[in-house]
């Protein structure tokens, strides 16, 4: 079993599930819901944050802790994958060099040189508790050469990342430090990744990320290369599979050894009317690769406006222990605003529930 993660506010058990808070707040549910239904952590984005409200408002209103009212473990995620896909989409909006990022923004033309340096900076200014190197994100499809020069450039953006973090702590006598991790990249080259993987380790970091997108052509999880990554690097280092939050993509993942996890999936799959449980008799069981432990519950579905008991029997939500499926699927009907927040607090306490099992 994985050793919990320390950090300056507060011990993760693990694997843990942090949510995203992309933006300071996690869609329909405030802290305090977040706190009621047993979430640890929460994860925001770096480079959103820059773009609005902006680090300077962050860090005078005393950091992102006191900004959204969150007293445990955040995890600030670089924005390196959201800057390449929203380049990707659009090159009009930016491109990415060897030395930094060029991103411009698409509403007010105004322009953001994202280097390695500025982006711990700018974690340090939000006071972060987990800290992520920039990576140069790439798709698993993408042809070699540019696999290679992503790797080139992740490494050498991870040891000027590095580099920087020393130095701020430095310059800000710091006691109770954050932890710094880097992103493995590498798309679905074998001797890429294990490349990528072992350079970080070299440098050295609290903690490695499983970079670029995690899924194949089908949905299906990139289960060869998370492990090629997870064999390469140190084996009592956290690793973090970041985006991958399905939960039988999470059971395997946890099986090739991480033991971090952060998805917007949940929370959208709520605000769309689609939830999570678990299956009769594995709400107290253990989950395996393979095993069909839970299913989807789409309450647009008509059979549900008669449907008198909860989401789930025996679950212990704001939205199970108070309300029944006919009526969640009546909020959403009537577009009432608190059906987004009982079916987001569902989908987060069914994952609160899961890792509590793989925990063991």
Partial sequence: MA????TRRGTLA???FL???TRAGVRGASSEDLRGIGIEGVVVNAFHLLRRPGARVVQAAGGIHRFMDWSGPILSDSGGFQVWSLIRQDPNRGVIRDNEVIFREPSTGEKWNLTPERIISLQFQLGSDIVVCLDDCTDAGDPEPEQERSVERTVRWARRCREEFDRQLAERGMVDVPRIFAVVQGGAVEALRRQCAVALAEIGF????FGGWPLD???GLLSEPMGWVAESLPSAAPKHALGIGRPDHVVKAFGLGYSIFDCALPTRDARHGRLYAFREGWSDRRPSVGDHFYRAVRIHDPEYRIDHGPIEEGCDCPLCTRHSAAYLHHLFKVGDLSAERLATLHNLRFYVRLFGLLRG
């Avoid at 609290?206 to 990320?209: K, L």
């Fill in 3 to 6: 050793e919990p993660l320390v």
């Fill in 14 to 16: 693990v694997p843990t």
């Fill in 19 to 21: 949510p995203d808070a």
């Fill in 206 to 209: 609290d903690g490695y990320g």
């Fill in 217 to 219: 052509g089908d949905g």
